[in-house]
């Protein structure tokens, strides 16, 4: 069964494994005693440690494990927040970092301090020139992610690094999608990351803070890992991911050229083989392994337990496939159809015949999933000879894309010139409306609230 869901986890490496199980024999003592199975297991964190610092970039005494990525990003903001509190209570980060540093950003404001959050554009990326303006005389801290989650945009990391280090602030880098593949661009002062998205095993993080960058660690610590991370470690796992991480690396240039073909591949023939198709993100400056796209009137749910049937685990960020109901916050910052969403992340080794057969098996799926939900046909929207001027379309009580469903069936009622307002309740509209608009030449005039949910309108332009 086709596995596309590494961006979330990879498939443990086999190197990881053999490390892992042999760690489990050699690795299972207090690498804090004294006696020699405890010796035997600090040599064995030693070595970890300086392995994983020379793939990060640093030096060992400047790296902490973690019991996870998200783990490390809370620690890490945090700490870097109380060590420069004297600075200020003013955080810096784009709008589209992962969910842990949002989670972060939020326990900051409600402790009274203050979070601006950088726009990116359409592609998901950052404007250097926009980030640093957004640095203030009492800024903590600055975080950037190298590599977005979603739809897999490269930030330009080296020039806010730059921008950072004009204005006396730290950088912290989530790493975690990128480290597999290469070192991130010098100029960080804090960087975080995850083994299990490099294919090392779960529940081991890393955090590493630079020699002069004041950290202060939150809560209760001890003498373990620097004071950052305590507690026992998982050896066998701190020992498996540091393997995995050396041995992925071996192999990121030849593995990256060939997985970026074929994505390449993906971003080609997607919008080919099935219409009103959105491909998102970077299309040069991107992860070689990811691709995101969006299906109009398709519900995203609906299309991954579709695709799963058919034997492909894929990914999404529509809002219909998670707890909130909202769209990701990924596709909402960068303005692009929400629903229909699929994320592809090759995992390494993954054959062209797989890529192959998922192609062919995409246009049947979406076809399905429309005609359940009664789209319109592709070549839809409108007819040519509407009278009425204006329509209202009530959505309220229906998630995404019905509303849209239903706001491209009606189009063609009104004259060329005329409005069609769409009533809904849910978050995705706000997203989705004006993407439909853009994708099928029609004008979003605006939003405003109504009575019950808002009113969404379109001026028919074709």
Known sequence: MPYFD????????????????????????????????????????????????????????????????????????AGALAGRRRTGRHLVVSAVEHSAVLHS??????????????????????????????????????????????????????????????AGVPLLVDAAQSLGWGPVDPGWSLLTASAHKWGGPAGVGLLAVRKGVRFAARGPVDERESGRAPGFPDLP??????????????????????????????RARVPELVPDVE????????????????????????????????????????????????????????????????????????????????????PGVVAEVRDRLGAPSPAGGGGGGGTSAELVVDSLGKRCPIPVIELAKVIGDVPVGGLVTVLSDDEAARLDIPAWCEMRSQEYVGERPAERGVAYTVRRRA
């Open 237 to 266: 796992a701190i020992v498996a991911a540091a393997a995995s991480l050396r041995a992925v690396r071996a192999e990121a240039a030849e593995e990256a050229s060939r997985l970026r073909a074929l994505v390449d591949r993906v």
């Open 105 to 166: 950003c939020e326990a900051l404001e409600a402790e009274g301090g203050t979070v601006t959050r950088v726009p990116v554009d359409r592609a998901g990326r950052v404007d250097p020139a926009g980030y640093a303006a957004a640095l203030r005389p009492d800024t903590a801290l600055a975080a950037l992610q190298s590599a977005n989650h979603e739809v897999g945009t490269e930030q330009p990391v080296a020039e806010v690094a730059e921008a950072c280090r004009a």
């Open 279 to 362: 491909v998102v993100g970077d299309p040069v400056r991107r992860l070689p392994h990811l691709v995101t796209f969006s299906c109009l009137y398709v519900d995203g749910e609906a299309l991954l337990h579709a695709l799963d049937r058919e034997g492909f685990s894929v990914s999404s960020g529509s809002s219909c496939t998670s707890s909130t109901l909202e769209p990701s916050h990924v596709l909402r910052a960068m303005g692009v159809l929400s629903e229909g969403n699929v994320r592809v992340s090759l995992p390494r080794g993954v054959s062209s015949e797989d890529v192959e057969e998922f192609l062919g098996v995409l």
């Open 6 to 77: 590494a961006a979330s986890a990879a498939p443990l490496h086999p190197v990881a494994r053999q490390a892992l199980l042999a760690a489990l024999d050699e690795g299972w003592a207090d690498p804090a005693r004294l006696y020699r199975e405890g010796r035997r297991a600090r040599l064995l964190l030693d070595a970890a440690r300086e392995a994983t610092a020379e793939a990060v970039g640093c030096r060992p005494d400047e790296l902490a494990f973690t019991p996870s990525g998200t783990r490390a990003l809370h620690d890490g903001i």
